[in-house]
């Protein structure tokens, strides 16, 4: 039986914890990565390094690309000419815009190539683990040919042939956890201004911002459109996060961030959403 094998392209700390998780299942791993020296590490573990990106490229059928965005994608793969990549699954966990994922699919199947595009959604040290998941998308065919390998990396979770889907999945979630978490941040700097440490809040922080029970509920509301504001309303939104901004401001923190959301909030009362559930911002917010 022929030896497990993948190519790895980009060595961040991702790439790096996914050329570790292929060693650790066995695989023959060949790496290229613009830095050499970041894959020391992983050749004193067995990988070869190529010294072109054309050989990595040729070296295996399937190439996993992780890297900042898909400029860094084009720079590597440009490099090479256009029979390397000819014949190659390109697994492109680099994340970026559906767009970008939908037209670098176009430009790597006018190369002979397939791209399954991947939406990695755990850091680095959950790679390879299959408690870990990462949205796929692109032909079914192709991920159902690389399930085994791209399972020693994460869960597949796989969302139909679209190279933009995963993508968009893969947005959408990074929205919602940059701003979450970057209000967690903005709590925890009025927390410390008061003399709170982050882990006395720990667990109120935990509860908070536990939101499920919020999302079961919202979900099905924001489908059928009914905004109906009987269990809150941006009128109160808007009393409510004022409150937030003084309580910044009185403790000399920048209340930009809270600024921005009492913003949002006003242009939808403007709008004539005063009455209506926090949710009615879904319409408000989007253009005609
Ligand atoms: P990094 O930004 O650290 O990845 C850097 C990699 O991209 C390096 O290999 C770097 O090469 C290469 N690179 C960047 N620009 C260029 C260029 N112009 N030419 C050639 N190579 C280039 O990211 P991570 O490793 O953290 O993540 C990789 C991908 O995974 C990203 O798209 C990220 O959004 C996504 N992701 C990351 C998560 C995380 O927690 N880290 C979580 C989920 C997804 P060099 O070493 O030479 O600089």
Redesign the pocket.
């Known amino acids: 039986m022929s030896r497990l094998s993948v190519t790895v392209i ?6 790096q914890a996914m050329a570790a998780a292929y060693l650790d299942r066995g695989y023959d791993v060949t790496l290229w ?3 050499a020296a ?1 894959a020391d590490a992983l050749v004193a573990r067995g990988a070869h390094l190529t010294a072109s990106a054309e050989e990595a490229l040729r070296a295996n059928e399937l190439v996993v690309l ?4 898909y ?2 994608a084009y ?2 793969l440009g490099q090479a000419p256009r029979e390397a990549l000819s014949g190659r699954t390109v697994a492109n ?4 815009t559906p767009a970008a994922a939908r037209e670098a699919a176009a430009w790597l199947a006018e190369r002979g190539a397939v791209q399954i595009t991947g939406g ?5 040290p959950g790679i390879g683990s299959a408690e870990a998941a990462t949205y796929y998308s692109g032909p079914a065919e192709a991920v159902e040919r690389h399930r085994a390998a791209l399972e020693v990396l994460t869960s597949v979770d796989y969302l139909g042939e679209d190279p933009g889907l995963a993508a968009l999945y893969y947005q959408i979630g990074i929205d919602m956890f940059w701003t979450g978490l970057v209000g967690y941040l903005h709590g925890q700097a009025v927390a410390l201004a008061n003399g709170i440490s982050a882990e006395q809040f720990l667990e109120h922080a935990v509860k908070t911002m536990d939101f499920k029970y919020f999302l079961e509920f919202y979900a099905p509301r924001i489908d059928a459109g009914n905004h109906k504001g009987d269990v809150d309303n941006l009128g109160m939104a808007v009393a409510s996060l004022s409150h937030v901004v003084r309580t910044a401001e009185d403790s000399g923190v920048d209340a930009s961030l809270p600024a921005a959301v009492l913003d949002l909030f006003r242009r939808g009362v403007a709008a004539g959403r005063e009455r209506d559930s926090l949710t009615s911002l879904t319409e408000v917010v989007r253009k005609p």
Not at 10 to 15: A, H, I, N, R, T
Not at 66 to 69: F, K
Not at 120 to 124: A, L
């Open positions: 980009g060595l961040g700390p991702m790439g990565n613009r830095t970041r992780s890297l900042t965005d400029e860094a720079a590597i966990l680099t994340s970026d990695v959604q755990t850091p680095p």
